[in-house]
């Protein structure tokens, strides 16, 4: 079994109440969706003239996360078009028309269990995702959205990570103080960062397009890092002592 690094870094004396979570990544795997984004900015650029292939699309893929671009998919559609404002914008609503009514959800083997567990311990769980108010509707057809007292999703409630006030929204709508809460997130910049600086634990659910982000600096470090429901039901029980 891999060892569960970093678990004991950053350790706080308080008792966590709260686990918080992002959706993509650590519920919704993701990669289908990730594929459809791929095939959609291709397909975009295509139109344009623009041939790119998979490798091409991949290099852009992974210089955005190397960049810590807020916005991946901008970053991606400005490097393939070489920077060209009429024909990045005409890409990008291209792309966003292919995909914006996409429904597509893959579940991560394991976690509605976890969810269960972590209920039936007397946790309390909820969402900090930028995701569309519909997101909820996906959960509740998989049957884990009511395991989830808070549903901190953007067009629900105005906040975009990396704002810590989406976190702290979360806490408060749980009744918790954020020393009390531990974050389960895919992204450096837009879960560890911003959870860490209000007092938070945070474990990065290391998966998908942002695999290969790493830290920049201590305020960047997660206390934990997983890759499987495993481990994070292990690192979340390391971090409550």
């Given amino acids: ?18 686990i918080l979570f992002d959706i993509g990544g650590p519920i919704d795997l993701e990669f289908a969706w990730e594929v459809a984004v791929d ?15 998979q490798p091409t699309v991949e290099e852009a893929s992974d210089a955005a996360v190397a960049a810590f671009a807020p916005d991946a998919y901008t970053f991606m559609i400005e490097r393939l078009c070489g920077g060209d404002p009429e024909t990045i914008a005409r890409v990008r609503q291209r792309m966003r028309s292919m995909i914006d009514n ?40 998989e049957g884990i959205a009511h395991l989830f ?22 806490c408060d709508a749980l009744g918790v103080v954020a020393t009390e809460a531990i974050m389960v997130g895919d992204r450096i910049d837009n879960d560890i960062a911003p959870a860490k600086s209000l007092g938070m634990a945070a474990i990065l659910f290391r998966t ?7 830290p920049r600096g201590a305020v960047e470090e997660p206390n934990a890092v997983v890759t499987d429901v495993r481990e994070l039901e292990a690192a979340i029980a390391a971090l409550r002592g």
């Fill in 1 to 18: 079994m891999r060892e569960h690094r970093e678990v004991a870094r950053g350790l706080v004396s308080l008792t966590k109440r709260a």
């Fill in 39 to 53: 095939g959609a900015i291709a397909a975009s650029c295509g139109l344009e003239g623009i041939r790119v292939d």
């Fill in 102 to 141: 996409l429904d597509v959800f893959q579940m991560r083997p394991g976690i509605p269990e976890l969810l269960q567990r972590l209920v039936d311990r007397g946790l309390l769980l909820g969402v900090v995702a930028n995701q569309p108010a519909r997101m909820i509707e996906r959960l509740e057809r």
């Fill in 149 to 170: 007292a808070h549903h901190g999703v953007t067009e629900m409630t105005g906040l975009r990570k990396p704002d810590p006030q989406a976190f702290q929204t979360a």
């Fill in 208 to 214: 998908g397009r942002h695999r290969r982000q790493r």
